[in-house]
Structures are given as structure tokens and as C-alpha cells.
């Protein structure tokens, strides 16, 4: 069992940053991979980055590569998204996800593999 956290959303002009945090607690936070999705309103549930137990695995959809960063601080139980050049596309309710794993293969990419998630954390882009 884990419990996953999200922090970090606001309000954010186009070519803005911000710096999702994910907390976890429950269990050894290096046997889970994590993914971050995200939703926004009248749409499926979209990929945008993963990572592995150990960091050394990651994967972002294409339309976020160069601009997000997933990271993650085991020590910290704690997973992040740093996002640059926000675009109003990008709003949408961010939410992490936890995947319990001994193995070290890649994060899963599909939201239907994942555990255990957080409540979200709105992220809007204003132009």
C-alpha cells in the first residue's frame, strides 16, 4: 500500500514554469515506478512521463519533450515534473501515479497498469 500526493499546481501564464511535487508514503518508495498523467476537461486521460524505481528509465509523450522533467528524490519519497514554456494545452488536472515493482524494467506507459494515484492537481496556462 501507498498513498501518492500531488502539489504544486497554480495559475501560470504561457512561457511559465512550475514544479510539480509528488509525495508518497506507505511503503519503500523505491519499489515503485511512477508516471505523471494528466486530463483535462472533454478528454481521455493522457500519458506524459514516467520514470523507473531507480531513475534510470524515462519516458515523456512528444508533445512535452524539451519542455518537462521527471525526476525523483528516493531518500524524499517523492517524484517531480518540472514544466518550462507552459502552453495553454498544457492545462489540464495533473496526476501522479504509483506502481509497485520489484523488477527494473521501464515505468509502465498506460494509466491502466498504475496501483495506486493522487487527487490531482489543477494546472492552467493562460495566454
Known amino acids: 500500500q501507498v498513498q501518492v500526493v500531488e502539489s504544486g499546481g497554480g495559475l501560470v501564464q504561457a512561457g511559465g514554469s512550475l514544479r510539480l511535487s509528488c509525495a508518497a508514503s506507505?511503503?519503500?518508495?523505491?519499489?515503485?515506478?511512477m508516471g505523471w498523467f494528466r486530463q483535462a476537461p472533454g478528454v481521455e486521460r493522457e500519458f506524459v512521463a514516467a520514470?523507473?524505481?531507480?531513475?534510470?528509465?524515462?519516458y515523456y509523450v512528444d508533445s512535452v519533450k524539451g519542455r518537462f522533467t521527471i525526476s525523483r528524490d528516493n531518500a524524499k519519497n517523492t517524484v517531480y515534473l518540472q514544466m518550462n514554456s507552459l502552453k495553454p494545452e498544457d492545462t489540464a488536472v495533473y496526476y501522479c501515479?504509483?506502481?509497485?515493482?520489484?523488477?527494473?524494467?521501464?515505468?509502465?506507459?498506460?494509466?491502466?497498469?498504475?496501483?495506486?494515484w493522487g487527487q490531482g492537481t489543477q494546472v492552467t496556462v493562460s495566454s
Open positions: 501515479a504509483a506502481k509497485f515493482t520489484l523488477g527494473t524494467g521501464r515505468a509502465p506507459l498506460s494509466a491502466d497498469e498504475y496501483n495506486y
Open positions: 506507505g511503503r519503500t518508495f523505491s519499489n515503485y515506478a
Open positions: 520514470i523507473s524505481r531507480s531513475g534510470g528509465s524515462i
